[in-house]
């Protein structure tokens, strides 16, 4: 009997596992400046932006708008997941001004997958003030976009002799 409570138990684990998500993309971004992962599940992330003094813009205390897209970025990235996904473009509204402490709540869900495309609506609060909201394209590359082979070598060589000429 305790054999098959074990196993049960093992069975429940592995399907506890199989279910996890783990952050796939993005793993080097200062989450001090971009937010914190709270939540993140297939397609969908909850994301917690505590201001800080870095992000005040002037002396009354107004965050950089930057910084806010920054976040929703980095949300938008994280709930598409894959390993090389990059922005390709955005549609983003300003909402509301943000201040100095505080707590911007974010949640980026994927809405429409396309091939390689994806687009990602994300929206922001500040208690149940929506301050941002955005359509965000994103494109998932076969390897990182900085190693990406644009043109071949063929081809840049024809360049480099166009302009010599």
């Keep these: 009997m305790s054999e098959e409570i074990e196993q049960d138990e093992t069975e429940l684990e592995e399907t506890v596992r199989e279910d996890e998500v783990y952050l796939q993309t993005h793993q080097e971004v200062n989450t001090d400046l971009s937010g914190e992962i709270i939540k993140l599940e297939r397609g969908y992330v909850e994301l917690r932006l505590t201001t800080t003094p870095d992000m005040i813009a002037d002396d009354v205390g107004l965050i950089h708008g930057g910084f806010i897209f920054s976040a929703a970025d980095y ?6 997941n894959e390993r090389n996904v990059v922005l390709v473009g955005s549609d983003c509204q300003f909402l509301s001004p943000v201040k100095f402490h505080d707590e911007v ?3 980026a869900r994927v809405r429409h997958k396309e091939g390689r495309k994806r687009n990602v609506h994300v929206t922001a609060h500040v208690l149940d003030i929506k ?3 955005g359509e965000f394209k994103t494109v998932v590359t076969d390897r ?15 360049e480099i002799n ?4």
Excluded: C, R, S, Y
């Design 75 to 80: 949300a938008a990235m994280a709930a598409v």
């Design 162 to 165: 166009l302009e010599e000429n």
């Design 131 to 133: 301050v941002f909201e």
């Design 144 to 158: 990182h976009v900085l190693k990406l082979k644009l043109l071949d070598d063929e081809n840049k060589a024809k």
């Design 105 to 107: 709540n974010i949640i």
